[in-house]
């Protein structure tokens, strides 16, 4: 069945350091790949999204482009913030109707 | 601002007394998902309705149960609370059509504390 693997956590980084937080997953045929963001106490926002080979997904100056030869979606940021301080979730949907496939989430930390 | 609300946003019940949590939506989005996230865990989808038709995960417990009176509306019943089903429970919901570039929107989940 469709399985998502995150790299184990949890993350600290000081202020303005790169972030990468790394995603790869299993499934058949042509899934789409999410990344969401929970801050705490809170639900799960959509970050960014990709739905075919080689597109690249971004916002908020995270990006994450979708590698289908090697089965990556990989979380990057060029400076983080202390507000980037939350929970990642990357995510699969397959062809099977309904259910979003989850990562096992990663906690980032900022400091100042 | 169209979006999923959820109340109550916290909501504390007795071991065995039912309780009703809700959803709305203003998406007009034709599916919609309850999952469950226990703490420190990934959400757990439990079932979802795409229009009235009801979709239950194999693997959800039968003292959940779920009402969808109108395509805005969905709830989520829990019959008898155990101290397991503590969690922070999401409702989410997508416009549905193909499946593989569907995209779920979640709401700002109900934290459920069982006494």
């Known amino acids: 069945g469709d399985s998502v693997t995150q790299m184990e956590g949890p993350v600290t980084l000081s202020e303005e350091a790169f972030l990468t937080i790394n995603c790869t997953y299993t499934a058949t045929g042509y899934p789409s790949l999410f990344w969401y963001v929970q801050y705490p106490g809170e639900g799960l926002q959509l970050l960014l999204k990709?739905?075919?080979?080689?597109d690249k997904g971004s916002n908020k100056g995270f990006e994450a482009t979708y590698r289908k030869e090697t089965t990556s979606f990989h979380l990057e940021k060029g400076s983080v913030q202390v507000s980037d301080s939350a929970v990642y979730f990357c995510a699969l949907r397959g062809t099977s109707y309904g259910k979003l496939t989850f990562g096992q989430g990663t906690i980032l930390t900022v400091h100042p | 601002d169209a979006m999923v609300i959820q109340n109550p946003r916290y909501q504390v019940t007795q071991f065995g007394k039912p309780v009703t949590l809700s959803c709305s939506q203003t998406?007009?989005?034709?599916?919609m998902y309850w999952y469950q996230q226990k703490s420190s865990q990934a959400p757990k989808l439990l079932f979802h309705y795409y229009d009235k038709d009801f979709n239950n995960e194999a693997d959800t417990p039968d003292n959940f149960q779920s009402r969808r009176p109108n395509t805005s509306f969905c709830f989520l019943d829990i019959r008898s609370p155990g101290l397991g089903d503590a969690a922070m429970y999401l409702c989410a919901t997508s416009r549905g059509g193909t499946p593989s570039t569907d995209t779920q929107y979640f709401g700002p989940g109900t934290r459920l504390t069982v006494l």
């Open positions: 990709a739905t075919k080979a080689d």
């Open positions: 998406l007009n989005h034709n599916v």
